[in-house]
């Protein structure tokens, strides 16, 4: 006989608060990437106090949108609002994060990568039904873009300034002069700085998806490096070359159906003293120590994103965003590297060092 749990209304009230702030947050990523892609945060950037009017004049917008657009912009503490002059302004940390895309902390890509899978939902919907897999190409095309900036700014901050140093003498040899493979390369961000950074080695990124191959290739041109990188279209088991210093996966192990044998076909391409360095999405071995807000974005990312990337190859493992460094230790044994050590961190990224 079914019972009738009774409700607490105090945490009925906490809970309903937390789906109002979900709510708010859902329909202001809309308009955050509203703000970026008709430039309202940029025009804001120099930090002097603006009237809706002022803002639409300045982007060629209408004043109607603009005003409600920067009222709830102050609602969610992303711009500030003075009562007496009516006036709007960006304060400087926000603009780092909405307005320089150069910043180590720009974020607007992760609202590309949020609304992506909002315009996926019945793909995924219907994975979570027969259990198949919803392929990297099959999403919306802001994911591609989205996840090339978002991720861009994090490795900025930390690729050559803290993660290539911990890696046991493989900086020493980039300067000098080596050869790298970023394996799923996307749109070449993680490529491209190395080669900006360490112009007497070789590189060259491999990615399955055409498209992203092509804005790579773009890009390198863009940075003026294409004498030193290239970019093909080929799979984590099957791309060309051999003898690497160092073959790298950016964000990426995860989403691969078969990550064991990726890395076994590493170990027969990288050189007898290279090195693998794996990023990963920052994680707990255990489940409860992951129940916090990075946990919350990097799980449901693996939800919509992740797992049916995987799900979509042969094998797939899915091994999940939060696969945590024991499961990717297991795989990277499994894959022939009896080397494994976490060679550093950040509270998003695990930074690991596979040797064989």
């Known amino acids: 006989m079914a019972t009738t749990a009774t409700i607490d209304e105090s945490k009925l009230e906490r809970f309903l608060g937390q789906v109002v702030l979900d709510l708010g947050g859902s329909f202001n990523a809309v308009l955050v990437q509203i703000g970026d892609r008709l430039g309202l945060y940029r025009a804001m950037a120099d930090g002097s106090p603006v009237t809706s009017a002022e803002l639409a004049e300045r982007t060629g917008t209408t004043e109607r949108y603009v005003r409600e657009w920067l009222a709830a912009q102050a609602a969610g503490g992303y711009v500030s ?11 400087p940390e926000q603009a780092a994060a909405l307005a320089d895309p150069d910043s180590t902390v720009f974020m607007p890509g992760g609202f590309d990568v949020a609304a992506s899978v909002i315009n996926d939902r019945d793909k995924i919907a219907r994975a979570f039904r027969t259990g198949d897999g919803v392929g990297w190409h099959e999403h919306h095309h802001d994911l591609f873009s989205g996840t090339e900036r978002f991720f861009r700014a994090s490795y900025r901050a930390n690729l050559v300034e803290s993660w290539i140093p911990a890696l046991s003498g493989v900086e020493e040899k980039l300067r000098a002069g080596a050869k790298v493979a970023d394996v799923g390369c996307g749109h070449g961000a993680s490529t491209i700085l190395m080669a900006e950074t360490y112009p007497r080695s070789e590189f060259v990124g491999f990615d399955l998806h055409g498209a992203s191959i092509e804005a790579a290739r773009a890009a390198a041109e863009q940075a003026a490096v294409s004498d030193r990188v290239s970019f093909e279209p080929a799979g984590a088991k099957d791309y060309p070359g051999s003898g690497y210093d160092l ?93 494994f050590r976490r060679a550093a961190e950040t509270p998003f990224n695990l930074v690991l060092e596979l040797r064989p």
């Open 81 to 91: 609002y003075d009562p007496d002059s009516g006036r709007y302004t960006l304060p």
């Open 247 to 339: 073959v790298a996966f950016f964000d990426c192990l995860h989403d691969m159906g078969d990550p064991v044998g990726a890395l076994r076909h590493v170990r027969e391409t990288i050189a007898d003293d290279g090195s693998v360095m794996v990023v990963e999405p920052f994680a707990d071995d255990r489940l409860e120590n992951n129940l916090n807000p990075v946990g919350r974005l990097f799980y449901a990312a693996s939800a919509t994103i992740c797992v049916p990337a995987s799900r979509d190859q042969e094998v797939g493992l899915a091994l999940g965003g939060q696969a945590g460094e024991k499961r990717l230790r297991e795989v990277a044994e499994q894959g022939g590297f009896s080397g």
